[in-house]
Nanobody, 120 residues
Framework: QLQASGGGLVHPGGSLRLSCVTS????????IGWIRQFPGKEREGVSC????????YYGDSVKGRFTISRDNAENTLYLQMNNLKPEDTGIYYC???????????????WGQGTQVTVSS
């Protein structure tokens, strides 16, 4: 089970840190990442990290602004989001990936998301 949290309402240029607590699976032994869904649209990949944690991938629209990380001891995945834009508004989910080689494909399961709203 994957439970995302940390969303909220933020002004453009602001920051949020999302967290994902898992149960029944270990963050540190699988490819895992974040996906999001815009209103009325399909889900898209945001970022993922490989099983080893040595490699990370980001969607082009978030590169340089978002940072994925994980705390294996706490079994928690994070997404630090800086310089947020209105077009980042959506529901964010943490997701397991079959393999993290391309952020927009390969995600297999996701849990309850958290709403991120960027608005002035």
């Amino acid at each position: 089970q994957l439970q995302a949290s940390g969303g909220g309402l933020v002004h453009p240029g602001g920051s949020l840190r999302l967290s994902c607590v898992t149960s029944g699976l270990t963050v540190g032994d699988r490819a895992i990442g974040w996906i999001r869904q815009f209103p009325g649209k399909e889900r898209e990949g945001v970022s993922c990290t490989t099983e080893s944690g040595n490699t990370t991938y980001y969607g082009d629209s978030v590169k340089g602004r978002f940072t994925i990380s994980r705390d294996n001891a706490e079994n928690t995945l994070y997404l630090q989001m800086n310089n947020l834009k209105p077009e980042d508004t959506g529901i964010y989910y943490c997701a397991t990936y079959l393999m993290c080689t391309y952020v927009h494909a390969g995600y297999t399961t996701w849990g309850q998301g958290t709403q991120v709203t960027v608005s002035s």
